[in-house]
C-alpha cells in the first residue's frame, strides 16, 4: 500500500533511539611512578529510561562530556595475576563509567563495561525519583597484545532500560613503553563496507508480493534550517520520501511510500563545534539526521539516519523503528554545501529507506544564511559524462563523414583529363 503524503493514525513507539555524541575525550591511567598504563580516547552517548515521581516514563539522551576525567581512586593499573587493569571514568553529579580489562594468551579485552548513573541529577533526569543504578555488560572489545584497539564505528550496548553508545574509540590497555602501539587491531565494523547489503532472504517468507497501484510522486522540496550560538548551523534544502517494506497479517507484504508534505512537516535540531542534528518530523512519522565534522579533512557528512513511523493496520507489525549509525553521505568541505539533483536513496535497514530529491545540504559554517560554494554528487557528475560521450561520439561521426566525403570526391575529380 503507497500513501502519499497524510499522516497516520498509530502511536509512536515509547521512545526513540536518538544517537547524540560529542567529540571524543582522552583518559590515561597511571601507575604510582606516573607511568601510563591505560590510554583511551572515545565518544560516549546514552539513553536511559527512568520513571518520574508521578510515574511517568521518560527517556534522558546525554553524552560523556569534556570535563570528565578519570578517577584515580576507582582506576588501577593492576598486578599481574592478582588484580586486572580498570579505567573509572567520573562525569556529572556522580555518574561513573568503568571498563574493567583482562587478557588471555595473545589478547586483551574490555572484561566487563559498568555505567553507574544517579537518579539524583535533576539537570539530567527531572522530577526523578532519584537513587543510583547500575548496569554492567561484557563489549565485544578486543585487541592483541601490544596494539591499540580502533573502532570509528559506533558500537551500541544495550543495557535493560539502557543504551550505550561507542565511537571513534581508540584504546590500548598492558601498554609497552607507556606509549600506544604503531599497531593496532580494526573492529569488525571498521572492515566492513558502509552501505550494508539488502538481505534477500528472511525468517517468514511473504507468499507473493503487493505493489503499489501507480508510482508515487516526487515529493516537493522542503526548506529546513538548524540555528545554534554562532547563528545558522544546518541549512538543508531536499525532498523527503519515506519507503518501507512490511509483512502484512496475511502473509504477503506490502509497500508503504510517504512524500513529506514540507509545509506541514516541523523541524528542529541542535549543533555543536564538531556535530549537528536536524530533527524533522512529519504527522506521526518522525526523521532524525546526524551530521559529524570530519577535523583531518575538514569535511563534513551525514553519519547516521534516525526513523520512527507506524505502518498501515494491515502490518503484522505496525510500529517501525530503524538506525544506520554508519554511514559517510552528502559529503562536502566546510563552507561550501553538497547538491545532488539526482535522487539518492539512504540505506536504514532491510526494508526501510530514505529517498531524498533534489538535496542541497550545508553544515557548520554558514554565511547570511546562504549556501557556500557547490560540490556536486557523483550521481549528478555520472549524468553530465553520459551526454558529453554522446556528444563527442557523433562529432567524431560527423567528421569521419566529412572526411569520407572529401576523400571521395578528390578520387572523382581525379578520373578526368585535361583536353
Known amino acids: 500500500m503507497a500513501r502519499i503524503g497524510g499522516a497516520r493514525g498509530l502511536p509512536l513507539a515509547a521512545a526513540l533511539l536518538v544517537f547524540l555524541q560529542m567529540s571524543s575525550s582522552a583518559f590515561e591511567v597511571k601507575d604510582q611512578s606516573g607511568k601510563v598504563c ?33 578517577l584515580a581512586n576507582k582506576s588501577s593499573c593492576g598486578k599481574e595475576n592478582a588484580s586486572d587493569p580498570v579505567l573509572a571514568i567520573g562525569f556529572g553529579e556522580g555518574h561513573l563509567l568503568q571498563m574493567n580489562f583482562a587478557k588471555a594468551s595473545k589478547l586483551y579485552s574490555v572484561k566487563e563495561l559498568t555505567f553507574l548513573y544517579n537518579l539524583s541529577d535533576t539537570k539530567v533526569f527531572p522530577n526523578s525519583t532519584g537513587g543510583t543504578k547500575t548496569v554492567l555488560q561484557k563489549p565485544n572489545i578486543q585487541a592483541d597484545l601490544d596494539t591499540r584497539y580502533r573502532c570509528f564505528s559506533t558500537n551500541q550496548i544495550n543495557l535493560l532500560n539502557v543504551n550505550i553508545t561507542l565511537s571513534n574509540v ?64 544546518v541549512l538543508a534544502y531536499m525532498g523527503l520520501q519515506l519507503n518501507v517494506t512490511y ?13 513529506f508534505v514540507p509545509v506541514n512537516t516541523s523541524f528542529s535540531g541542535s549543533c555543536d563545534n564538531s556535530s549537528a542534528f536536524l530533527n524533522l518530523t512529519f504527522g506521526e512519522t518522525r ?15 551525514l553519519q547516521g539516519v534516525n526513523v520512527s513511523t507506524t505502518l498501515p493496520s494491515e502490518a503484522k507489525d505496525p510500529n517501525v523503528e530503524a538506525a544506520n549509525n554508519s554511514m559517510s553521505e552528502l559529503r562536502a ?7 545532488c539533483n539526482a535522487e539518492e536513496k539512504l540505506w536504514v535497514k532491510d526494508g526501510v529507506f530514505v529517498n531524498l530529491f533534489n538535496v542541497q545540504v550545508q553544515v557548520f559554517k554558514i554565511d547570511e544564511n546562504k549556501f557556500g560554494a557547490v560540490e556536486e554528487c557523483q550521481l549528478d557528475e555520472n549524468n553530465m559524462v553520459i551526454p558529453i560521450i554522446v556528444g563527442a561520439a557523433l562529432a567524431g561521426l560527423v567528421l569521419i563523414v566529412l572526411i569520407a566525403y572529401l576523400i571521395g570526391r578528390k578520387r572523382s575529380h581525379a578520373g578526368y583529363q585535361t583536353i
Not at 550494508?196 to 507473493?208: C, E, I, K, R, W
Not at 526523521?287 to 557528512?301: A, E, H, M, Y
Open 170 to 233: 581508540t584504546l590500548q590497555a598492558y601498554l609497552v613503553n607507556h606509549t600506544l602501539s604503531g599497531n593496532e587491531t580494526v573492529c569488525d565494523a571498521d572492515k566492513t563496507p558502509t552501505t550494508p547489503v539488502v538481505a534477500t532472504t528472511t525468517s517468514q517468507t511473504p507468499t507473493t508480493s503487493q505493489a503499489p497501484t501507480a508510482p508515487p510522486q516526487n515529493p516537493g522540496t522542503g526548506k529546513y534550517n538548524v540555528t545554534g550560538t554562532n547563528g545558522t548551523c
Open 38 to 70: 591505560i590510554i583511551a580516547n572515545l565518544s560516549v552517548s546514552f539513553s536511559v529510561e527512568y520513571l518520574t515521581k508521578n510515574r511517568q516514563q521518560l527517556t534522558a539522551y546525554f553524552t560523556l562530556p569534556q570535563n570528565a576525567e578519570v
Open 247 to 259: 509483512l502484512r497479517k496475511d502473509g504477503k507484504t506490502g509497500l508503504d511510500v510517504l512524500n
Open 287 to 301: 526523521l532524525v539526521f546526524r551530521f559529524l565534522l570530519n577535523t583531518s579533512t575538514d569535511k563534513f557528512f
Open 333 to 339: 568541505t566546510v563552507g561550501n554545501s553538497y547538491k
